[in-house]
């Protein structure tokens, strides 16, 4: 096929475009290349891209209709994954308008490209912070998402919302993938992993925020691509069965459908720091602080629907994954 991927140059969308240019298919690469954090590592990433003769590089922002516009018209492609975004929670409590241009405006133009150019299928990313305020857990999609504790998670349930509009006024198919914590090579410096790492190895002391207490449900970037690619796969069709009278949040009347793609094993951030002490064979010293805002206390995906409807089934033990993410820090950064 060939495949529009939106953030090339950042984690998921880089290791995605690997894993359909292994498989035959032909990506066309959509990324701005913004200074968030380190462009060396986004181009770095993209180096890794670049000699595949499959491979297309497009350098411009979601926010740019005219070209967004343009590059679907010439490379025609038959399915589009979005993953560009303005990430970060933190970051928003400071960078609001950054949320508004990237999340909203950028993908309201993925999604008339969409509209227009025939796509087939619109995988897009949004996350497990639009839950929230919500403390039942696991977190399902079935539940209701209406209290969202930041901009960032406000623009991600905004994009599920949007994409619902373009499913039901126009047939376009779309899936919505509410990522849950991940993490692996090459990731993100403001996560963390990259953060703990970084620190504990130049022998400074790491913030443990909400006293050590927090659980995430983190996910290895491996497990992640194998959801995306295999949900790609399968277009989006509507529920027969949805009722108006009680409405069901993850499906719908219209070729729409919401997964969560998560580890489904939620592990407290001591834990998470003592394994990656393990695998660096130092310990760090450790700044309690308290919770921060616009943050959750603990993250668990239920990931029944996913690994019924598409045969996901996320395998890569934290210890596995810390172990990995450790040999490529200290390979990138020439302390093996």
Known sequence: MRVLVTGTAGFIGSHLAHVLLARGDEVIGIDNVNDYYDVNLKEARLARLKPHPGFTEIRVGLEEREA???????????????????????????????????????????????????????????????????????????????????????????????AHTYSHLYGLPTTGLRFFTVYGPWGRPDMA?????????????????????????????????????????KIAEPNPNWSGDAPDSGTSKAPYRLYNIGNHQPVELMR?????????????????????????????????????DVGYAPKTTIESGIARFVDWYKGYFGQA
């Open 193 to 233: 992993l990259f953060l703990f790492t970084k620190s504990i190895l130049e022998g400074k002391p790491i913030d443990v925020f909400n006293h050590g207490k927090h659980q995430r449900d983190f996910t290895y970037i491996d497990d992640i691509v194998e959801g995306v690619v295999r949900t790609l796969d």
């Open 68 to 162: 967004i516009n343009q590059a679907f018209a010439e490379h025609r492609p038959q399915r589009v994954v979005n993953l560009a975004a303005q990430a970060g929670v933190r970051y928003s409590l400071t960078n609001p308008h950054a949320y508004i241009d990237a999340n909203l405006v950028g993908f309201c133009n993925i999604l008339e490209a969409c509209r227009h150019h025939d796509v087939e299928h619109l995988v897009y990313a949004s996350s497990s912070s639009v839950y929230g305020a919500n403390t039942s857990m696991p977190f399902s999609v079935h539940d209701n998402v209406d209290h969202p504790v930041s901009l960032y998670a406000a623009s991600k349930k905004a994009n599920e919302l949007m």
């Open 272 to 308: 998470f720091i003592e394994v990656l002490e393990d695998c660096l064979g130092k310990k760090a010293e450790k700044n309690f602080l308290p919770m921060q805002p616009g943050d959750v206390p603990a993250t668990y995906a239920d990931v029944d629907d996913l690994m019924r």
